[in-house]
């Protein structure tokens, strides 16, 4: 089975770093950026099959960046990192084609469980 | 209109949710650097050596979390105490210092740096503090909002006659005209402040001047 290449957009350095760090750690071809306007330029130069985006970010927002997304990758599958009381973000999120929401702070079981969902896989090899 | 204590509430508000959301970033990666940790112990179960670097890394990073933590819950302590009192004798240097790190978040969200410059190293007031710190506030939001910070915007106070200045600068041309027309909202505080409000230095700057001690 093709590893599964995932893209983390958060400003939050540190968070991304160790994002891919631990999802290279099981089995995942993870790659990090740390704006919108980064994960754009990456993805319409390289193929990701998911995108995990933050909601909060400077310039363009996780909003933003998944219609942006969408636009040039429609195939491309996103989840958005919101946190507390910020729910409402989430649910424009869906209206705008993400596949789910996940509420900070969240565990790397979360994350690779709601990943697999996305594409359809129910277990990793 | 909003009455000013409802805009005190607000700010209030604006001020926790900012903070939280920031403190909610340093559990978020806490959390997964307990979980690198937590990989570490199963890749050492397996009988992998793990690299005395990488535990290194984990517990540096740990250790500028802890820091980076205890930095906001100060700042944000610090700020929740200026509401104590309505009117007091404070310095205003230390409650300047402590708003703009507390700001730093929103404007870093618009891709602005906040540059605090003192000038003082002491001034006296006698007023509001809370308050002071709402007008500062709803200054900084009136520069950001009008698109026309730049990248860098510096904060510094100066003291003249009896007169303390609190200045934003570091404005660009194109934006003056959108900041001189939100002045008027801010007109309640600065009335309750006894103190005034206006763009400076060609309006590349914009002031907040209040009574001092000084």
């Given at each position: 089975m093709p590893r599964i290449r995932v893209m983390i957009v958060d400003d939050e350095e540190d968070l991304v770093s160790i994002l891919v760090e631990r999802l290279q750690f099981r089995g995942y071809q993870a790659e990090g950026v740390l704006s919108g306007k980064e994960a754009i330029a990456k993805a319409a130069v390289q193929e990701f099959d998911i995108a995990v985006i933050d909601v909060k970010?400077?310039?363009?927002?996780?909003?933003e960046t998944l219609r942006r997304l969408k636009k040039i990758k429609p195939s491309m599958k996103v989840i958005l990192l919101t946190g507390h009381g910020c729910e409402a973000e989430g649910e424009e999120g869906l209206a705008e084609g993400a596949f789910d929401y996940l509420i900070k702070p969240v565990n790397i079981e979360e994350i690779t469980a709601k990943i697999n969902s996305a594409l359809g896989i129910s277990s990793r090899e | 209109m909003e009455s000013i204590f409802d805009e005190q509430i607000r700010f209030f508000a604006s001020v926790t949710a900012s903070v939280t959301h920031e403190l909610n970033n340093v559990i978020a990666v806490t959390n997964e650097v307990v979980g690198l940790l937590g990989?570490?112990?199963e890749e050492g179960a397996s009988n992998r050596a793990v690299p005395p670097e990488a535990?290194?890394?984990?517990?540096?990073?740990l250790s500028a979390q802890v820091s980076r933590g205890q930095m906001i819950v100060k700042r944000l302590n610090r700020f929740a105490h200026t509401?104590?009192?309505?009117?007091?004798?404070f310095d205003l240097v230390p409650?300047?210092?402590?708003?703009?790190?507390?700001c730093e978040r929103p404007a870093g969200l618009k891709k602005v740096k906040l540059d605090f410059r003192p000038g003082v190293a002491s001034l006296m007031l006698n007023g509001n503090p809370f308050l002071l710190q709402l007008c500062f506030y709803?200054?900084?939001?009136?520069?950001?909002?009008?698109?026309?910070?730049?990248?860098?915007?510096?904060?510094s106070i100066n003291s003249d006659d009896g007169s303390a200045g609190i200045a934003i600068s570091g404005l660009d041309k194109g934006?003056?005209?959108a900041v001189g027309l939100g002045l008027a909202k801010l007109a309640g505080i600065m009335k309750e402040l006894h103190g005034e409000l206006r763009l400076i230095d060609d309006g590349r700057s914009l002031a907040i001047f209040v009574p001092s001690l000084d």
């Open positions: 970010m400077p310039e363009i927002n996780g909003i | 990989d570490f112990i535990l290194k890394k984990v517990h540096n990073r509401a104590d009192e309505k009117m007091r004798t409650v300047m210092e402590n708003i703009v790190g507390l709803q200054s900084l939001r009136l520069v950001l909002d009008s698109g026309c910070s730049g990248d860098i915007l510096t904060i934006g003056i005209d």
